[in-house]
T-cell receptor, first 110, second 113 residues
């Protein structure tokens, strides 16, 4: 079993929809949880991160962590075609290393 | 533009050969990370350097080696190449020892024929 599980998709939704992207993890010691976005043929870029359980909002994006169920979510409101990318969740372990999910490919249809 | 520069962008070579990938981190960043990304494996951490010293090792093969130079640029050496080494190799940098925010280059795409 991988430490971080993420559905590779693709997930295809119409423009304007609310998108929910999810990860599960196995290590209860994870405290920081990152979301990176990767456009095709580009390197990943940090979208947002959260510490411990709870929600964090940044514009149209909301990151949510439920440590009791070891479940990480990223919500995108009013999705745009420019949001089409691969989204990678990456918790940080106790050695300060990021443990990467496989990424979910998201397609927003105009 | 992340500020991280990787060269070459594309590389095609034959099995058994050796290649060197180069990375210049963002100005002021002391940590350099190397990752391998292939279609079926996702993003795999290879190795991290901090201010010239190796700090962490991931799933790096013995045929691969890396170093970080005094000017903080880093090189990843891949030898005795196999077909399965074909992948996108990313370099990322961060200012501190702990990743916090990683800044990725655009990657070097290696094709082994």
């Amino acid at each position: 079993q991988k430490e971080v599980e993420q559905d590779p998709g693709p997930l295809s939704v119409p423009e304007g929809a609310i998108v929910s992207l999810n990860c599960t993890y196995s290590n209860s010691a994870f405290q920081y949880f990152m979301w990176y976005r990767q456009y095709s043929r580009k390197g990943p870029e940090l979208l947002m991160y959260t510490y411990s359980s709870g929600n964090k909002e940044d514009g149209r994006f909301t990151a949510q962590v439920d440590k009791s169920s070891k479940y990480i979510s990223l919500f995108i409101r009013d999705s745009q075609p420019s949001d089409s990318a691969t989204y990678l969740c990456a918790p940080m372990d106790s050695n300060y290393q990021l443990i990467w999910g496989a990424g979910t490919k998201l397609i927003i249809k105009p | 533009d992340s500020g991280v520069t990787q060269t070459p962008k594309h590389l095609i070579t034959a099995t058994g050969q050796r290649v060197t990938l180069r990375c210049s981190p963002r100005s002021g960043d002391l940590s350099v990370y190397w990752y391998q990304q292939s279609l079926d494996q996702g993003l795999q951490f290879l190795i991290q350097y901090y201010n010239g010293e190796e700090r962490a090792k991931g799933n790096i093969l013995e045929r691969f080696s890396a170093q970080q130079f005094p000017d903080l640029h880093s090189e990843l050496n891949l030898s005795s190449l196999e077909l399965g080494d074909s992948a996108l190799y990313f370099c990322a940098s961060s200012v501190a020892l702990a990743p916090g925010e990683l800044f990725f280059g655009e990657g070097s795409r290696l094709t082994v024929l």
